[in-house]
């Protein structure tokens, strides 16, 4: 299995980007895919998920109304649009699954893909 993310960059703050996950190996639309990141000095966090065959997501707190998930089941590959960025998203996101209906712990996931970076400034 292999979760390739992408999509990273440096931009200020109010600017957009798009993460991919591209999958290998696996069905994203069998497996709850989701979004995590880490920031330097802190634990990494949940970001966002979308559920095993279903369109039902879930999103931190800190993301909502800003971060959208989605799923291609064609091209086989999560996104993470993020929009309205702030510096305190500056973190590597990582890319994650489980064979389950949903994932929004990083002790329940099954296979990480790399991180991408993202970098905020004000």
């Known amino acids: 299995v292999q979760l390739q993310a992408s999509g990273g960059g440096l931009v200020q703050a109010g600017e957009s980007l798009r993460l991919s996950c591209a999958a290998s190996?696996?069905?994203?639309?069998?497996?709850?895919m989701a979004w995590f990141r880490q920031a330097p000095g802190k634990e990494r966090e949940f970001v966002s998920a979308i559920r095993q065959g279903e369109d039902t997501t879930d999103y931190a707190d800190s993301v909502k109304g800003r971060f959208t998930i989605s799923r291609d089941n064609a091209r086989n590959t999560v996104y993470l649009q993020m929009n309205n960025l702030k510096p305190e998203d500056t973190a590597v996101y990582h890319c994650a699954s489980r064979y389950d209906l949903q994932l929004s712990s990083s002790r329940d996931v099954q296979y990480w893909g790399q991180g991408t970076q993202v970098t905020v400034s004000s």
């Open positions: 190996g696996l069905t994203v639309r069998r497996h709850a």
